[in-house]
Each structure stands twice: as C-alpha cells, then as structure tokens.
C-alpha cells in the first residue's frame, strides 16, 4: 500500500545560524580599519614621495600665491617693522638650524587675533598678531619660529599636500567624492602621522634656541599659552594646536630640556627690544 | 560637515531598517508558521504521476509573492559580498518568499476543493529597480505552481 | 540519501510519498573575484571563480534540502530539480528541491 503524506519539514535548515546583526558589525569595523590603514599608506608613501621634490621646484611652482588670503595689518608701519623683526630672528635660527642650500624662509605677519603659526608650502612662515601679542619673551617667539622652520626644513608642508593628494587620486580612481572625503580622511590621518612631525619639530626647535641663547628657558610657555587659549574655547583651537593632542606632554618635554636654565644668571628677552 | 550628515542618515536610515525589517520579519515567520499548521492537510508533491485514484478534476494553481530587502539587509549583504561567503541576511528572504508563495498555492487549491497538489515548480524573479544609483534595490518574486487534484 | 531526477527509483518500490523539500543558499565571492571576473568579460570565456562559487553553492542547496528529507523520514529524493537566480552581480541564489519518498 502507497501511501501520501507531508510531515512537517525543519524550513529552519535553509537559513544560517549565524547572527546577520554581529556579522554586520564585524564586517563595518574591519572594513573601517582596512580602509584607515591603507589610508596611511598612501598618505604616508605620497608624503614620501613629495619629499623628493626639490626645494627650488617647490618655490617655482607655489612662489608667494599660498599666501593671497592673508589679511594685510591695519597700521602698515607697524606691520613692517614687526615683519623686519621677524625676519631677522628667523633668519638667525635659520643659520643655528642648518637648512639646506638655497632655501630662505619668509615670514608673514598676519593681522589676526586668533593666536597661531604656520609654515606652509615654498618657504613661507605665518606668524598671527594674537600669537605675537602673547608671546612673554623673545626665547618663547624664537620658539615657535623655530619650530616652523624645523617644519620647513623637514619638507613636512609638501609631504602633507603630497599625502592629501594621493589619497585624493586613489579615492578618484574608486569613484569616491573626492573634494569632500579626501580632505576629511587626509586630516583624519594625519592626526595620527603628524604627532611625530611635530615631536621632530620640537626637538629641533629646542636645538636651535639652545644654540642661540644657550639654554631653552621659557620655550615650554608658548604652549601653556596657545593651551591656556584654547582651553574655554573648544571648536576654535589654533591649528598650532589641533594637531598635537598630548599637549602636557610636549610641555613636560620642553621644561625637561630647560632643566639646566638659571633663571637669574640667564633671564629671558623681552619680545622686540629695539 | 555635510559628510557627517550624510553618514548620520545612512545611520539611521540602518537603524530603521534593522528595528523595522527585523520586526516584519519575525511577524512573517510567525505568520507563516501559524498557516503552514493551516494548511497542512492540502498536500504537495514535485511527482508529475499521481496516485491511481479517480479524480474528478485537475486545475492549474499559482502562488506567488514579491518581497524587498530592507535597508539594513542591503547593507549587510554588500559588506558580506566583499569578503565573500553565505549571504544569510538573503536567505531568510528566500526562504520567506518561498514559503509565502506555496502557501498561496495551496490556498487556492483548497478554494478549488482540492486537498493534494502535484507537479510543484518554483520560478524566482528578482526585479532590479532600475536607475536607483549604482546597486538597485533587491526584490524578487517567488512563485510556487502545481496541479491541484479534485477528488 | 538516493538522489534522483526520475520519477523513480529503478528496481524498489516507493512505499511513502513524503511531499516537497527544498534546500537553497544565497551566496556570493569576495570583492577581488568580482574585479577579476569583470576583467575576464573583456576577453571571454569561463568565469572559473563563478563556476566554483555556484557549484559550491548547489551542493549545499542539495546538503539542505537532504537535511530537510532526512527530517522527514525520507531515504530518497526523486524528481530533484535545480533552480538559480541571480540576487545582485556577484551574488546569486541556488536552489534544489524534489519529493522525498520512502523506498523498500
């Protein structure tokens, strides 16, 4: 005798176990971490490779037009003297510094209140009026000109562009949007990358004041300022600063390498004696 | 700025997809458990030969259903589909589409009379949305046929 | 398990007649398959990588739906029929189904 029947049939057996919600959760946090570190590679090659850009190639491609949006100070006179004094303590710690042949940093001086500094592409530094005005002596000023020029010597301005632009290109190439990611994934990179840039550029500053006044106090003060600065208001912190969370650390740093300062034997100059 | 905009959207856009997808899911499932014990007495078969007993009538009978995938299942498949492997937020589709469509099957062979349906076929269609970006939404139609016997 | 596409198994008797079974699995190859196989379009010829992904994918469409007849009492299926449809480029749907039976 045949028979016809249908007993329930197990219809879980046609769906996998395992969870879709925790796969999906893996999957989104390893691809972020595949996609962050193939963009430091690239960064990282890019800004390699900007680096073997010759100094003189770098000045004839960018000359001064990096420099167009830079607000012209109010008092003219002023402004040129401040520039002149600049100009001249740069050009000293340029000569402590040994930058390579033929590059000639020019400092900016810029008629805005936020304090801050930059060195930027083709040998140029910007130092703002807020920065200026705060600075307490002459060590701390020479500090941060310094430190730029520490910058400039490590072709670190290029290297960065150079970075932006490779991720800029590989995210073209895949179709992304490029003119708003790559900045964003540049900066979010860099963050990680640049802190020892920064750590080079502070040692190398410490070496340059040290050579010029014999020791490093009161270096450590140009960032308890921009920190005293940035402390209540958060969103606008300096980008001297943005870049460098371990603020503390690099002030202990600097008090360490001014342990042998006598304050008294070697007081500290006062901004722009003349 | 913008681009912190358009992640929180596809953010949420997920989290809909998830609470919502999943929750009509496990109703679905549910659903269909409750009427497959229904209809558990209207057979079905893939034999094309059926038993020597004299039926009085044989119709053609047709379930068929379309189903989507959420936003969240969308997403979870094109991650999967980098890597490679089982895309099991599908095949829970699949398998409710499936189901679904033989149920309606026999729904309508028992509103013919008939408690035994054989030659089963089933036919998966999956409509592309067209111009809906680089991928389209995924959905598919499921239909399950067979000839329904009339004692 | 006897697996058939007949109507029947040659030289035993089909005593039970269980109903429909069905096993199926979506599946797809990781990203670099799919650039290579977009490559591979250019000049034609067998997609390798796709062809193991599908057959990996119907054996177990075929591993579930014996699961499922197995579940049943079954010690055969007969009339299996395959079925694929394509879920996205790169991914695609296999599925086996038959009636499984119980044969003396």
Not at chain 1, 179 to 204: C, H, I
Not at chain 3, 31 to 44: E, H, P, Q, S, T
Request: glycine share 8%.
């Amino acid at each position: 005798m045949v028979s016809y029947e249908n007993p329930q049939v197990p219809h879980e057996v046609n769906v996998s176990r395992e969870s879709v919600l925790a796969e999906f959760v893996r999957l989104a946090t390893g691809l972020c971490l595949v996609v962050l570190a193939v963009a430091a590679v690239l960064y990282f090659c890019g800004g390699a490779l900007a680096r073997l850009v010759p100094y003189s190639t770098e000045q004839r491609w960018v000359g001064g037009r990096v420099l167009a949006p830079i607000s012209e100070p109010a008092d003219v006179a002023d402004a040129a003297r401040v520039r002149a004094y600049l100009q001249e303590l740069a050009d000293d710690l340029a000569r402590h510094m040994a930058l390579p042949a033929g590059m000639r940093p020019v400092v900016h001086w810029s008629d805005t209140d936020v304090p801050n500094a930059f060195a930027t592409l083709g040998g140029h530094v910007v130092i703002t009026r807020g920065l200026y005005a705060r600075m307490p002596s002459e060590n701390a000023l020479a500090m941060v000109l310094a430190h730029e020029l520490a910058h400039l010597r490590e072709r670190d301005p290029i290297s960065a562009v150079g970075g932006t632009a490779s991720l800029a290109l590989v995210l073209g190439l895949l179709g992304g949007d490029v003119e708003q990611l790559a900045p964003q994934v540049a900066q979010a990179v860099q963050l990680g990358y640049s802190r020892r840039a920064e750590r080079r550029a502070d040692d190398a500053a410490v070496e340059a004041i040290v050579a010029r006044y014999g020791h490093a106090g009161g270096a450590a003060a140009v960032f308890e300022v921009l920190a005293g600065y940035a402390g209540p208001l958060r969103g606008a912190t300096p980008t001297l600063l943005s870049t460098h969370p371990a603020d503390d650390d690099r002030i202990a740093r600097l008090k360490q390498a001014a342990q042998q300062w006598d304050p008294v034997r070697q007081p500290l100059r006062p901004v722009d004696e003349h | 700025m913008e681009l912190l905009i358009q992640l929180g959207f596809v953010a949420l856009l997920l989290l809909v997809g998830l609470v919502f997808g999943r929750a009509a899911e496990q109703r679905h499932f549910r659903d269909l458990e409750r009427r497959e014990a229904e209809f558990a007495n209207v057979l079905v078969f893939n034999e094309r030969t059926p038993p020597q007993r004299p039926f009085r009538e044989a119709a053609l009978v047709v379930g068929s259903v379309v189903v989507a995938e959420d936003y969240f299942k969308r997403m979870a498949a094109a991650l999967k589909s980098l890597v490679g492997g089982r895309l099991t937020a599908y095949e829970s589709l699949m398998d409710r589409g499936r189901r679904e469509a033989i149920l309606r099957m026999k729904a309508e062979a028992r509103a013919r009379g008939a408690r035994v349906v054989f030659n089963v076929r089933f036919e998966t269609a999956s409509l592309a949305e067209a111009g809906a970006g680089a991928r389209p939404m995924f959905s598919a139609e499921f239909i399950a046929y067979g000839t329904a016997l009339v004692e | 398990m006897e697996l058939s596409n007949l109507e029947v198994i040659p030289g035993r008797q089909v005593v039970r007649h269980l109903g429909l079974v069905q096993g199926s699995t979506v599946r797809s190859k990781h990203a670099g398959r799919d650039i290579m196989a977009g490559l591979k379009n250019i000049v034609g010829g067998e997609l390798k990588g796709y062809t193991e992904l599908l057959i990996e994918a119907r054996q177990e469409a075929i591993e579930r739906m014996v699961a499922q007849a197995q579940a049943v009492g079954a010690n055969a299926v007969i009339n299996v029929r395959f079925s694929t449809s394509n879920i996205t480029s790169g991914a695609a749907e296999v599925m086996a189904y038959g009636t499984a039976v119980y044969a003396e």
